[in-house]
Structures are given as structure tokens and as C-alpha cells.
């Protein structure tokens, strides 16, 4: 996630992979369970299968809470209004396969939600390989004015962000999958270099955005993947839905200080649904969110994998 000048974020494969990719949509009850493997290696996965309000595992993921990281910018850097709790009414496994974030408003008009990072920051393919992050997600569903602000996304950022030995969006992150106001489209971003400009478009970052597959992104099952290739000259990372490749960033597109400093270390994972901020408001063409945005909506996860194919 990034967004305006010294906020952290804004607005923003090869025919065996697709196989693996194409997980279809089911309805939301449906719990698919892990994804097919077909070429790859599973190095981490977690398919939320705990009881209906258990936390998810924390020996994996850090559960974020409040309005930002110690000693760091408010409203986590993005102008997001909600602040993040440990409530299960926020964020929980649904006892159907499926973690749950769901953004609350209370009485006196203040929102909540959930936001999870992996424990591990060493995300990173070997030289000569490739890795996969990949998660199957559906949607708040929710769309119009009802959804003004509603902010969810699946992301990764570069370890040394949180060891503080590197600044955003210096250390890179892959917005694997942002979506905002419940609109009927994903995006993906790479952001790395400066804060303003630079090589990589900041605050926009290299991006795109697409319509899902053969039903509303909104509401159903979609798979979202980035794929981290270091396999070949140059380096790539791309971004697919439901197998689909709608984006690309390579090597060759900046520098090999800039490149090095996003993609020459791990990266860590993160699931959240943020509310207001720069990414809704840019694309709502407004201050969200508004009085008629309606709490309540969650964002379903079935799964988070992390793959691996090649060797070095």
C-alpha cells in the first residue's frame, strides 16, 4: 500500500504456472482448501482452517493495531481513517476456511478493522528461481456509494522496513492486489525508488489495473498472484488474476541501484482492509469515506501460499 508524497502509498509464467494459478470462483461459503502445487514447491502456506473466532495463527502472522507503527507516520502513513484492533469482530477465521476482515464503524462514527503481517521477511526467490505469493480472496460485497472508502488489499513490503534499516518505498513493495470503493477492478503496483518521482512513478508507482475474470471482482472468489522471476536477464515480477498476466515490471525498466535496493532482499506479507485514505480518495475523486458508507463488509481469504519452482 502507498500513497501521496510522504505517505507510504497511492492510487495507485508460462503456460505450466497458469495451471497452477487458475483456482476458479465459488460461492462464499465455498472453502477450496490448498492450491494445486502442479511444478512448484509449497515453501509457507496458511489456509485459515482454525475455529470460527480464533485469531489467526500468531506464531505466523503479527496482528497490526492501532493508527501506525510505533514511531511512525499516523494513519499508517496513507490517511486511512479506521484503526486496527485485535477484536474477533474485526478480524477472525470463520470456521469455513476462510479469515475474515471486517471493517466496523461505532455510535460516535469511528472505524475499525484488521491488518495481518507474516512473522517472516525472507520472501525472496534463490538466484536462478522463481517465487509465487499468491492468495485466493474474495471482496467486500459491496459496491456504489455504500462502499466509498472501503480499502481492501493483499501486499508485500521489503524486510528491511521493518528492521528499520531501509525506508518506504526505497526497500519495494508489490501491491499484489488493491481495490477501492467497490470498484469492479483490481490494481497491482510495484513501488521502489524515491518518494516523489524517480524511477518508479512514486507516489503511483509502476501499476495497472484490470477486471477480474468472468465475474465481478467484487463479492467472489478470485486468485491473486505476483511472481518474483530471477530465473532469466532481466528480472521480472508479474501480477495475474485467476491466472490471467495483466502486469509486468522488469529489470530493465530502472536502474540496478533502484532495482537492487526493492528485490535484493525478503519481503514480508500483509492482509488488511483499510478505510478512507489517498487510494480511495483518488480513485472516488473525493474525501472518503462518506455518511452513507456502510460498515459490516469483510474481506474473505481462503488461503495465502508462497511457491517456489527452479533450482538454482
Not at 525472507?122 to 492468495?135: E, H, N, S, V, Y
Not at 498476466?245 to 526493492?262: C, K, L, N
Request: charged share 20%.
Amino acid at each position: 500500500m502507498k500513497l501521496p508524497p510522504g505517505a507510504r502509498r497511492t492510487c495507485l509464467a508460462l503456460a505450466s504456472a497458469l495451471a497452477a494459478l487458475c483456482v476458479g470462483c465459488a460461492p462464499p461459503a465455498a472453502h477450496a482448501g490448498e492450491p494445486s502445487t502442479g511444478g512448484w514447491t509449497v515453501e509457507w502456506t496458511d489456509d485459515f482452517d482454525g475455529r470460527a473466532g480464533n485469531a489467526p495463527d500468531t506464531e505466523d502472522w503479527i496482528i497490526d493495531v492501532g493508527t501506525g507503527y510505533p514511531g511512525g507516520p499516523p494513519q499508517w502513513g496513507t490517511g486511512e481513517v479506521q484503526r486496527y484492533t485485535t477484536d474477533p469482530a474485526n478480524l477472525s477465521q470463520d470456521g469455513r476456511g476462510n479469515l475474515r476482515i471486517t471493517p466496523l464503524r461505532d455510535s460516535a462514527g469511528r472505524w475499525t478493522s484488521g491488518r495481518i503481517e507474516t512473522r517472516r521477511s525472507d520472501f525472496r526467490p534463490a538466484d536462478g528461481t522463481k517465487l509465487r505469493i499468491q492468495a485466493r480472496i474474495r471482496l467486500p460485497a459491496i459496491t456504489g456509494a455504500t462502499a466509498a472508502g472501503y480499502w481492501p488489499a493483499f501486499w508485500t513490503l521489503g524486510g528491511p522496513f521493518r528492521t528499520g534499516e531501509g525506508v518506504s518505498p526505497t526497500v519495494g513493495e508489490f501491491d499484489v492486489m488493491e481495490n477501492a470503493n467497490g470498484a469492479n477492478r483490481v490494481w497491482g503496483a510495484m513501488h521502489c525508488g524515491t518518494s516523489t518521482g524517480g524511477p518508479c512513478n512514486e507516489s503511483t508507482g509502476l501499476s495497472a489495473n484490470t477486471t477480474c475474470p468472468d465475474s465481478d471482482c467484487t463479492g467472489r472468489f478470485h486468485t491473486y498472484t505476483v511472481e518474483w522471476d530471477r530465473s532469466a536477464e532481466p528480472e521480472r515480477v508479474s501480477w495475474y488474476v485467476d491466472g490471467r498476466r495483466y502486469h509486468s515490471v522488469s529489470s530493465a525498466q530502472m536502474d540496478e541501484a533502484t532495482w537492487d535496493a526493492a528485490t535484493g532482499h525478503g519481503h514480508f506479507i500483509l492482509l488488511n482492509v483499510a478505510v478512507g485514505g489517498g487510494f480511495p480518495k483518488a480513485v472516488a475523486g473525493h474525501s472518503t469515506p462518506i455518511p452513507g458508507t456502510r460498515p459490516g463488509s469483510p474481506m474473505l481469504v481462503d488461503y495465502v501460499t508462497v511457491l517456489t519452482t527452479g533450482t538454482p
